[in-house]
DNA sequence: CTTCAATTTACAAAAACATTACATTCTTCG
DNA sequence: CGAAGAATGTAATGTTTTTGTAAATTGAAG
């Protein structure tokens, strides 16, 4: 999987815990506090970090915090001995991706890297407030579920992935349905239509845009 | 981790010991006496046991064979106040996992619950509750053995391996039921009413959500 | 032979989808 | 400019697909 990891422990025992654990499977860095951590953080970005709550320098939520600052989507996962620390930390709601208490055995933490890593890379974000999340085919304007179908759902994500771009008519009935694409009902217009009316419940504005003649884009801000 | 560990004890003052230690750490429930024990027990199995020897009614030998006769990998640490008493029990070989004479450290009390934890090999979800244990094939929720058939086992570790992510209905049907995949009949969608029911009755939420169209999701929260 | 898990069957319910028909808008060219 | 034709918008409706579920059947273990 070729991922780089980045553990901030300062726990001796721990850290080997850790690097039992991952060896062979993901490339890991460990890092005894936050100081040293951001130094090589603004140099490389990892594919995930992992980090203890209680460390000797900066705590746990001030990292966590300053690493959102610099990217919006780094998958973080909080570690912590005391569970009650854990509900603070979600209770401040600072964004980690996911939170395990210790002890934990070494084959959940690799599923749960495994599934943070997964979420990450299907994580899909655009512009104006939309969110695509291929995980649970659900699609987000300001945090708040469209609710599409299947359907509406493959067509607003083609035309996000192209969001700045005419998209043909042809091309959204060939990747939407399939091969047998069908020649000519209203069919197409209808979903556009259908996305249109529940964007706009959401609060969206007038985001696709009917090129007549060749297809519909969506509007890239 | 939600770990849930059961204890039985009969002197007030190692009850209140065994309490603040595991305050915050684990979830405790603490019994007096053997038939108190075993009457939850039955119900719902923890992750760990922690056993006196010199009980009121039962001691701590037959406890421990009964608890191996209805789970043979249930983790058991004996404790006891006399080291004579210790080395009987391990000279009976009954199979306890681990040893301890009072007075023991609190400290030395979590190192050895967390050892023979991941020992156990257990696999715990955190978020919702849940605790495969692949050992003996279980579900566990709240503690709550939720008696899966070996398929639903199977069905639910996977979709509960990569909670939050939708699993496909293909996927399912091979990792669950290996490659001589079934084309359509009712099945799959079977076997997840039945897990949805036994869910249920051990008080679980709907953690499994139907994709229409794609398969399901196991409910991250 | 009984039991329990697994599968299949059959049908109900729900959701998604396609289609029709008509309205509207846009284009263009007389 | 303005009317005809073409493309798109949309409401209403009917069909298809997908899923849920109860009950029957199969099949293996004891």
């Known amino acids: 999987m070729e991922a780089l990891i980045y553990i901030v422990e300062d726990d001796e025992g ?11 499977v993901f490339v890991t860095k460990m890092f ?10 603004e140099k490389a970005h990892p594919s995930l ?13 001030t990292i966590l915090s300053k690493i959102r600052e610099i990217d919006e989507k780094m998958p973080v996962i909080i570690v912590s001995a005391k569970s009650d620390e854990i509900s603070a930390v979600k209770g401040l709601n600072k964004g980690a991706d996911d939170y395990m ?18 979420r990450a890379n299907l994580y899909v974000t655009n512009q104006n407030g939309f969110i695509v999340d291929k995980n649970v ?13 299947l359907k509406e759902f493959k067509l607003l994500k083609l035309l996000i992935s192209k969001a700045g771009v005419t ?36 609060g969206g504005g007038d985001v696709i845009v009917t090129v007549r003649g060749i297809g519909y884009r969506f509007e890239m801000k």
């Not at 992992?50 to 939520?61: A, E, H, Q, R, S």
């Not at 085919?137 to 179908?149: A, N, V």
């Open 32 to 41: 005894e506090n936050g100081h040293d951590f951001f130094e090589c953080f």
């Open 49 to 61: 970090v992992i980090l203890d709550i209680m460390l000797p320098d900066m705590d746990g939520y």
């Open 137 to 149: 085919y659900k699609i987000f304007y300001e945090g708040k579920d469209l609710g599409l179908t």
């Open 14 to 24: 721990i850290r080997e815990l850790y690097d039992g654990a991952f060896e062979g």
């Open 167 to 202: 998209v043909e008519r042809e091309e959204l009935f060939r990747e939407v349905w399939g091969d047998g694409f069908i020649g000519e009902t209203r069919t197409l217009d209808m979903h556009v239509a259908q996305l249109r009316e529940k964007i706009k419940e959401c």
């Open 101 to 118: 208490s210790k002890p934990f055995s070494v084959l959940e933490l690799i599923a749960r890297v495994k599934t943070n890593l997964r």
